[in-house]
């Protein structure tokens, strides 16, 4: 862009950044970042920021990406909060993932992933009292588990499944097939890990229909 003379908006640093993000390049994400406004002329918007969060928790660095929100010029809004959250999940820092969800809670107590998600990660750690206490609070604030949707098109016709649903009329066949899938990826030496897998007393097939579903 540079070469062609053409000016950078905002919207293509989202897209650099997010770039950056998922192929792991810290320094040079960070590195435009701090660009935006000093060669750019381009103050970072709350999409800038949650990029730049991202880009630190896919990275492992927490304490950064909770330094960058504590250093935004304005207030950070739920979607910065959630990514934060979000790479607390993937890192296991169930300390400040607690801290993260009841702010998140203070903003949105209607949105039922930060329960989920919470949820889930006492889960892992057989912490069962607060893994209770979370589902308590739901209840109390009437807030229900919204279930995943995933489309697929196959012969131009459209497919829906819903996590933990069996009623697809071909319901039988996808999971045989998701199951020699399963066997082929652990033959080439996939080993599941226990970190990722969901625990739920009232689902013992999530860890499968999460996998299909993306739900």
């Known amino acids: 862009m540079k070469e062609s003379r053409v ?46 969060v991202d880009l630190y928790g896919r990275a492992g660095c927490l304490s950064e990406a909770k330094a960058l929100i504590e250093a935004m010029p304005f207030e950070p809004d739920a979607m910065v909060w959630k990514t934060l959250l979000g790479a607390c999940r993937i890192c296991g820092d169930i300390e400040l993932a607690t801290q993260v969800a009841s702010l998140l809670l203070e903003i949105e107590p209607e949105e ?32 229900k588990k919204v279930p995943g949707w995933s489309w697929m098109e196959v ?16 319901c039988e066949e996808i999971y045989l097939a998701l199951g020699g899938l399963m066997e082929e ?25 999460s996998t299909l579903c993306l739900g």
């Open 112 to 143: 039922h992933c930060t329960y989920v998600l919470l949820s889930n990660m006492y889960g892992r750690l057989r912490l069962w009292d607060a893994k209770a206490s979370v589902t308590r609070l739901m209840r109390e604030n009437g807030v």
């Open 185 to 209: 990826i652990k033959s080439l030496g996939f080993v599941t890990s226990s970190k990722v897998l969901m625990h739920d007393v009232d689902h013992v097939d999530e860890c499968i229909d």
């Open 7 to 52: 000016k950078p908006d905002h919207i293509t640093f989202v897209a650099i950044l997010s770039a950056c993000s998922h192929i792991g390049l810290l320094e040079e994400g960070c590195r435009f970042l701090k660009s935006m406004e000093s060669e750019y002329g381009i103050p970072p918007r709350m999409e800038h920021y949650a990029c730049g």
């Open 155 to 170: 012969h131009n016709e459209v497919h829906a499944f819903n996590a933990e649903d069996h009623s697809h009329s071909h």
